[in-house]
Structure formats: C-alpha cells, structure tokens
C-alpha cells in the first residue's frame, strides 16, 4: 500500500513565523503535490511537484513555497504564516502518466494549521 | 470556472436507507478520468474508484455503485443500505492531461457531507 506521511497532525503557529510542513512517501512516485482544504471549497492545490528540483504553482500558490530535494520528500512552506493560511493541509502523490498513472492520487493524514 | 460541481452540501439518512450523490463535470478534452474519494472523519482521503472517458458501463463494488452519464457529463455514486461508518465527507474529481506533460491534475468538487444516523 501507498504510505503517504506528514510531519505533524496539528500546528499552531504565531503570525508571522516561518513554518515547514513536510510530507514524505515511500512509493517511489514522481509526482507530489500539496492542497489546503476549507469547509466549501473542496480541495484546493497549492503546489506541485513531478520530479526532484521540480515544481509548479497550482490555484493558490500565494503566499508559499515548496521545496522538493529528494524524490520522497516534499515540503511546503509559509515564509510568514498569516491567519488567513489557518486550513487543513493535505499531502499527496501519484504516479507518472508514462508508468501508468492516470490520476489517481494518494493522501497523507493531513495537518491542521492553526495560525494566531 | 468550476470544473467539477456537486451541489450537494450536506445529506442526511438513517441507517440501511440508500443515498446518492450527484456529480457533474465540464471539460473539452475527450480523453479523462472521474475520481470519487472519501473522507472520514480521521481526516484521510481514501481513493474509492477510477473512470475514464470511454468506458460507459456502471460500476458496483459491495454496496458502492456508481453511474456514468457522459451524455449529461454526471458522475454519480450511490451508497446502497447505508451504515454509521459511511459517514464521511465525499469528493468528486477531474483528471484532464496537461497540454505539455501529459501528465494529470485533479480538479476537486466543493464534497459531499454524508451523515448516516444508527
């Protein structure tokens, strides 16, 4: 089975301070990716990645960064936590189209943000 | 634009009734997948079923069903005799390739609060 991993299950941070949420999976898939969940507003991507050093902004990429060193591993960060960015953070990958990935993807726990 | 609509906020059932929830879709593309993906309260989305654009035929695993409508671009998945462990918040997708990768991205719906009371 897919084992999607993130850092923590709750955070809560200050306004302003710098936070790192990481997510790691262990499937050797090239393709990561990081959403914020909201009540209403679905699923809403952030960033992702489709190789190491690679990465592309999603819908709402404002305010983070990511960063993708090794393939397992995918980070996202908030270079100055605001109120606003107090969400559900969801994790996932997938694999490439070429070695059969069609879509489908696989989601770590979540961490919820709490930001005051 | 909102690819991917469910205009189901919250549902409520008793146990052992059936509930269905409605998806409907907006693309260009001939070639995509449909997703549906579950919820619990642990907070984990769970992949529940993959379909892609042609094939047609209505899909049941255990009490799960699902009917694709590509005519009325519908994705709906009914829950037959609901349990308490259904309860969960559901989400439609949209997987379209992307022009220069090929590769896919999904497009979530708004999800589906499903409470099933004992």
């Known amino acids: 089975d897919v084992k999607v991993t993130q850092s923590s299950r709750y955070l809560v941070k200050r306004t302003g301070e710098k936070v790192f949420l990481e997510c790691v999976q262990d499937?050797?898939?090239?393709?990561m990716f990081w959403y914020r969940q909201d009540p209403g507003l679905g699923l809403r991507l952030i960033y992702f990645s489709y190789d190491v050093k690679m990465k592309e902004k999603g819908d709402i990429p404002e305010g983070y960064s990511v960063s993708r060193e090794k393939k397992e591993r995918f980070s996202l960060i908030l270079e100055s936590a605001s109120t606003n960015q107090t969400s559900m953070y969801l994790c996932?990958?997938?694999?490439?189209?070429?070695?059969?990935?069609?879509?489908?993807?696989?989601f770590g726990p979540g961490t919820r943000l709490t930001v005051t | 634009a909102q690819k991917v609509t469910q205009a189901q906020t919250e549902i409520s059932v008793v146990e052992k009734e059936d509930v269905t929830l409605d998806c409907v879709y907006e693309t260009r593309d001939t070639t995509y997948y449909l997703f549906w993906y579950k919820q619990p309260p642990s907070g984990e989305l769970v992949f529940l079923i993959r379909?892609?654009?042609?094939?047609?035929q209505n899909e049941i695993s255990g009490r799960y069903s699902w009917n694709f409508q590509k005519s009325t671009s519908s994705f709906n998945f009914t829950i037959t005799a609901s349990q308490v462990v259904d309860s969960a918040v559901y989400f439609c997708a949209l997987s379209e390739p992307e022009n220069d990768s090929n590769d896919y991205k999904l497009s979530f719906g708004a999800g589906t609060t499903v409470t099933v009371r004992a």
């Open positions: 996932a990958s997938s694999l490439r189209w070429w070695v059969g990935g069609r879509g489908e993807q696989y």
């Open positions: 499937m050797d898939h090239e393709n």
């Open positions: 379909r892609n654009s042609f094939d047609e």
